[in-house]
């Protein structure tokens, strides 16, 4: 038998950073994510396979930097179901790693979900975010918890950290049309993240008042997404890109594609996640989604067509 789960990659439609401190955001799950694949072995070795990077892990032997993370997800996995044979974990991302697109959360939520099923226990989905988290820290330091909520769940997502967890799916009334463009230059989250702390650090009342307008406005945008105002929507995704860039998280590759969405017909765009450079998300109306999509797939490494709402991780059992 193979246990395989599916979980999804996500988008910030607005809050990114805001959300680490406290604030709200919202972040919808997008179609393209993670597979996972994972099978006992019959002998006691346990593997973590990426695809991707190309790599092995073998616990607790011989384990690469980059596989330590979800290397310690899956220890923690085989502690809590007492299991003591061997098992095989294979990955494959449809999505570009370090492009604010919540890659690591997809790939924690799916080799989480993968692993426990074949181990033969059911997670919930706190216990799925739980455990992902674990891998989450190891990677960015001090992360929200926005990414893998939003794998674990899906949909859209009212969401705010804390003691006591904020997470409220948003029904939209209509669906909403995203597309996803991501330039190739890698950033790391939890640089950023710690950029945006020098500035909280040097300026902590301006700080503190853009938190509040963030909240205001996460509020507003909730509640356009309800009523299905997808033009409002977009203007605010344009005050965000202004905001961000203001805080010096966008680059020229990112006005450049932002720009590009606009004169194209967008409602609305704005950089995705942490910035840095990474992706942009363009809030389109039905009749220029190709259009925009097309113009924008000729300056930009990838283009990924969205439709909101999308569902979150998925476990099934194949035969082999
Ligand atoms: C998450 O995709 C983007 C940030 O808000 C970091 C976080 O929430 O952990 C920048």
């Known amino acids: ?19 680490v401190h406290g604030g709200y955001a919202i972040a919808a799950s997008i179609t393209e994510g993670v597979r996972a694949e994972a099978r006992k072995l019959a002998s006691n070795r346990i593997r973590i396979i990426s695809e991707d990077l190309g790599l092995t892990a073998e616990i607790p032997n011989r384990i690469p930097r980059e596989l330590s993370p979800l290397a310690q997800c899956v220890t923690a996995i085989v502690k809590r179901c007492k299991y003591s044979g061997g098992l095989e974990l294979r990955l494959k991302s449809m999505i570009p790693p370090s492009a604010g697109l919540g890659s690591s959360a997809a790939t924690a939520v799916s080799g989480v979900a993968a692993t ?35 794998s ?21 009334s209509k669906p909403l049309q995203l597309i996803v463009a991501y330039d190739e230059g890698r950033r790391q989250t939890a640089e950023l993240i710690s950029k945006v702390d020098g500035f909280r650090r040097s300026a902590p009342s301006h700080f503190s008042a853009l938190l509040t307008a963030n909240n205001v406005m996460v509020e507003k945008v909730t509640n356009l997404i309800k009523l299905g105002r997808t033009a409002d929507i977009g203007a605010y995704l344009n005050f965000y890109q202004a905001i961000l860039s203001n805080m010096n998280l966008s680059n020229p590759e990112i006005d450049s594609l932002v720009e590009s969405s606009l004169d194209g017909g967008a409602f609305g765009a704005k950089l995705t996640g942490a910035g840095g450079r990474g992706s942009i998300i363009a809030l389109s109306p039905d009749n220029k989604f190709k259009k925009i999509g097309k113009s924008l797939s000729r300056i ?13 991780v998925r476990v099934w059992i194949e035969k082999t």
Do not use: W
């Open 1 to 19: 038998m193979r246990y395989i789960a599916q979980a999804p990659g996500k988008v910030i439609l607005v809050g990114e950073h805001f959300v």
């Open 116 to 150: 426990s099923s074949a181990l033969g226990r059911r997670l919930s989905s706190a216990e799925i975010v739980e455990l992902a988290m674990i891998s989450e820290k190891a990677i960015h330091g001090n992360p929200s918890g926005i990414d893998v909520h939003t």
């Open 152 to 172: 674990t769940y899906g949909g859209i997502i009212l969401f705010r950290k804390g003691p006591k967890i904020i997470r409220n799916s948003i029904e939209p």
């Open 300 to 312: 930009s490494e990838r283009v990924i067509e969205v439709t909101l709402p999308a569902p979150g």
